[in-house]
């Protein structure tokens, strides 16, 4: 868990995959991989999409999800690097009790049996090597280390991320969904054409609109994978206006 203060005073995140928006101009159509790569791009991306969210916005935060709303604001009026400093507040892990420190004093030292920290005699005549070997023996083996892939379960923010979440997976989502619902001559696509167009792997040898004997397996295939992210889209836009996304705790 990524949990030191940062130069803005703010805590950190659950997962080091926060937004970053480098010193480019932000372009909301065009927004750079370190944002596309963050769950909370994805979170506010599917926020934008429940219809109850948006109604609430529209009755200035009357409605179903007034709650959410007092926190998390009108998506639509703002794009989401605005949204995102104005906000981020309300994803990041709450202050830490303790803080490493030079004590001064017998009131600064830590409770005896705290599981949180721990006080520590360390000698100033030793060399920086002896001290680094030696806090490595003593203190790193309390702490646990760093767990392959994305783990939150521990995240104390009052929105948090949950699950174990996958970016191609919210991204494959969001895409079949929008293009889902976008009428194209006043029809919806099929679900194999929505996955060409949304650029699946699956459909990848596939083209939009053409149909013979030897793609016709192809079709079906891209069909099931594009209506089982349609159904994985239904549920981050339930989930996206509650404290916890993309799974519901």
Excluded: C
């Amino acid at each position: 868990m990524t949990n030191m203060v940062n130069k803005n005073g703010l805590v950190g995140f659950s997962t080091r995959s926060y937004p970053r928006f480098g010193r480019s101009k932000f372009d909301s159509e065009n927004p750079p991989i370190t944002v596309i790569k963050s769950p909370y791009f994805w979170w506010y991306k599917f926020l934008q999409l429940n219809n109850d969210y948006q109604l609430t916005a529209k009755s200035n935060g009357v409605g179903r999800y007034s709650d959410v709303y007092a926190d998390l604001g009108d998506l639509n009026a703002i794009d989401f690097k605005s949204w995102w400093n104005e906000k981020k507040y309300q994803f990041a892990e709450p202050q830490a009790k303790y803080t490493m420190k030079v004590v001064n004093s017998i009131d600064e030292l830590a409770p005896f049996d705290s599981k949180e920290v721990i006080n520590l005699i360390v000698p100033l005549t030793w060399t920086q090597r002896s001290l680094k070997k030696k806090f490595s023996s003593l203190v790193l083996k309390h702490v646990e280390k760093s767990k392959r892939g994305v783990s939150v379960e521990e995240s104390k923010a009052k929105y948090r991320i949950s699950g174990k979440w996958n970016i191609d997976a919210l991204q494959n989502a969001y895409k079949v969904y929008v293009i889902r619902n976008t009428l194209e001559n006043g029809k919806k696509l099929a679900f194999a054409d929505v996955a060409i167009k949304a650029r699946l792997d699956i459909a990848k040898d596939l083209e939009l609109g053409k149909k013979t004997n030897f793609t016709s397996d192809a079709r079906k295939i891209a069909t099931i994978v594009a209506m089982r992210h349609y159904k994985r889209a239904e549920e981050f836009i339930k989930n996206a206006p509650s404290h916890s996304f993309p799974y519901a705790l």
